[in-house]
Structures are given as C-alpha cells and as structure tokens.
C-alpha cells in the first residue's frame, strides 16, 4: 500500500470540515503558503538571483520604520506577500514590519474579514551568511463593522489571534502552522511544490537543559534577567542543580524552530540598551505569533512579567521583552521578575 501524504491543501479541507477554520480563513493560510514558496525560492537562489546584500540606492541604505537598514530581501519578502494577498478577497488589511502603517485592500478588490500581520523576513542579518531565515505570520479579525481598517483596529492582544505560522528557509523550507487546535509543521517538497505535513500536534518538553539568548547583552541587563542567567550558567554547581546548554542563531524563527522541535527556553529580554523602545522584538509581528504556535504546543510565552498573548497592544511597532519554550523554564525564568519587583517595592 502506497503511504498516504497530507498536504497542506488536504490539512486546510479537513480541518474547515472540522469546523475549525472557515473558506476564507482556508484561503488565506495557502496564499500565505504560495507567497513563502516563492520567497523560499528567491532565498534559496542566493547569490545567483542577486538578492543578496542591502536595499537602498547609489551607497545609500534603505531604513526602514524600525530603524533597521533593509536587506534587499526584505523589501523583496514584502512586495511578494503583499502582491499575493491583494486580490484574494479573505482580507480587510495588512501590516508589515517593514511598513510605516498598515494598509487596507485597495478598492478595486473584494474586501474580506480578516487582517494580516507579517515580518516578511525574520532574521535577514543571517541572509548574507546563508544561515537559516524565515516569515512570520499572524491574523486577526477585522473588527465588525470596519470596511477600510487602520493602524488601530489591529491593536489587538494576541488572544485574539486566529491563526499564526512561519515558513522557515533552512536546509529543507517548513511550515508551522497553528489556527487554535495543535502546532503543526509541512514539510516542502519542492518537486512537487507542495506543502506535505510532517508533524502533526508539535509538543515542547515542559523541562529544559538548552537556553537561547545573546549573551554579548548581559551587562545591560535589568537585574532579574542577569541573576535568571547567572544561577542557569553555574549549572551542576549551582542554585539549579543542573547543566545547560547555550544555542543562539539570531533568527527567532530558526531559535523557535528548534525550540519547538526539542524543547528549550528563547529569551530577547529588556536590555538598557533597547529599553527606550520597550525591548527588540516586535510583539505583532514577531512575539504574538510565536506565543501562540508554542502555546498550542504546550509550551508558554511571557514577557517575564505577565503572559504574552494578554498585552493589550498601544501601537503597531510596539516592541516587547520576550521569554518563550519550555513550560517550567519560563515559570523560573518570571519567577526571578516576581521575587525581584516584590523587594523592589514592598506592599
Ligand atoms: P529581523 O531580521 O526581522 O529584524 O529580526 C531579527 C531579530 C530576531 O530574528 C532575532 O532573534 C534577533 O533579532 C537577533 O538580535 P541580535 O542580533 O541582537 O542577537
Ligand atoms: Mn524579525
Ligand atoms: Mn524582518
């Protein structure tokens, strides 16, 4: 007998037959699909498209509304995300990392009921080095009502996300994908161009021996975070009890990849150096979607403080310190934030 594969298409049908997505909500999740394989293949020629290399004209980089120089990829992740999600009539808008304000479906096309949040190119420092990059997606309902939405009616806490994924670009290209029943990873065949589910139900191992964050930043850490990671590095000797392992790739979606594959604590903490902006990673485009994959996936994601998918967004950019993986290890990992501000300010 012949194995039986389900692609992502097969994945999609059935589950709008279980009644846990709708036609359109199907729809979105495979032009956001179609949109990666083609960003997959872009990357994927590297040096031989001309893709490599910064954005920008005559010498001049390209900043984009983060502040970021722009990789000619993502500029180029962008246009074909955008272009593959116009027409399509499952959307309301759009809002991207690397643009200054969300954008609604132009006239000329049917406007649907969802909005789609995206960093078109996570991780982009990584493209000239051929490490691992990727795209993160989230979605959100457009508010009842709304025909033309603007920046603030996607500030929505990421409860209310109803689907979140990555395509990460790797030694093979996957998908994960979560529309609130499991974490699930496709597979791409790319002769046959297609999507193939590999892992169905992703679970994150409640414990952890494996932590991911940039150490270089530790002197600008608040003090919580520098007492976290000090007691995790005096391992077998110390308050833990226990060895760790360190593991950094400066892609969040190859970091979460491998979290979700084997476990592990993920951190981008608050550092005196990106305080001013309230942390590094985004909490729309990057954060929020990821909490929401390793939260299906049995895992948690905070801020330290507080659970990631309850902050009640103040605007589109908004950055956030992220700790995500391994369930008992974010525990620990926000239990070092409460002893701390408890003594800070006493009731
Ligand atoms: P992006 O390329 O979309 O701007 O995101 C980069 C992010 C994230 O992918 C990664 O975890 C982090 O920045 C790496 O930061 P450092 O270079 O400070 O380690
Ligand atoms: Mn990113
Ligand atoms: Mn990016």
Redesign the pocket.
């Known amino acids: 007998m012949t194995h039986t594969q389900i692609s992502l298409t097969r994945f999609l049908i059935e589950a709008e037959r279980d009644g846990h997505i709708n036609a359109d909500l199907r729809l979105l999740v495979e032009v956001v699909a179609r949109a990666c394989k083609r960003i997959s293949i872009a990357v994927g020629k590297g040096a031989l498209g001309g893709v490599l290399g910064d954005a920008g004209e005559g010498g001049q980089a390209s900043i984009n509304v983060?502040g970021?120089a722009q990789k000619k990829l993502d500029v180029l992740s962008n246009e074909i995300l955008l272009e593959a999600n116009a027409w399509g009539g499952h959307l309301a808008g759009l809002a991207s990392?690397e643009m200054t304000t969300s954008l609604p479906i132009p006239e000329t096309y049917p406007r649907g009921r969802y909005l789609l949040l995206f960093?078109p190119?996570?991780?982009?420092?990584n493209i000239d080095v051929n490490v691992s990059v990727g795209t993160i997606f989230s979605v959100l309902r457009c508010p009842q009502g709304v025909a033309a939405p603007e920046d603030q009616h996607f500030l929505q806490p990421g409860s209310a996300q109803v689907a979140a994924g990555y395509c990460i670009y790797g030694p093979s290209t996957m998908l994960v994908l979560t529309v609130g029943h499991g974490t699930h990873a496709f597979t791409l065949d790319r002769e046959v161009g297609s999507f193939i589910l590999t892992t169905r139900g992703m679970r994150i191992p409640e414990e952890t021996r494996e932590f991911a964050v940039?150490m270089s930043n530790q002197r600008f850490w608040e003090a919580p975070m520098q007492q976290y990671i000090g007691d995790l590095l005096l391992g077998k000797d110390g308050p833990r009890g226990k060895d760790f392992n360190m593991r950094?790739v400066?892609?969040?979606?190859a970091?979460v990849h491998r979290i979700l594959t084997r476990g592990g604590i993920f951190s981008?903490p608050l550092d005196s150096k990106c305080a001013p902006k309230g942390g590094?990673?985004r909490l729309m485009y990057?954060a929020n979607p990821m909490a929401f994959l390793v939260e299906q996936a049995g895992g948690a994601a905070s801020t330290g403080r507080m659970r990631m998918l309850d902050v009640v967004p103040s605007s589109l950019h908004q950055r956030v310190p992220v700790f995500l993986g391994s369930r008992a290890e974010v525990a620990i990992a926000e239990d070092y934030h409460r002893r701390h501000d408890a003594i800070r300010a006493p009731a």
């Open positions: 983060q970021e990392e960093d190119l996570d991780g982009s420092s940039n950094w400066a892609s969040m979606v970091d981008y590094k990673l990057e």
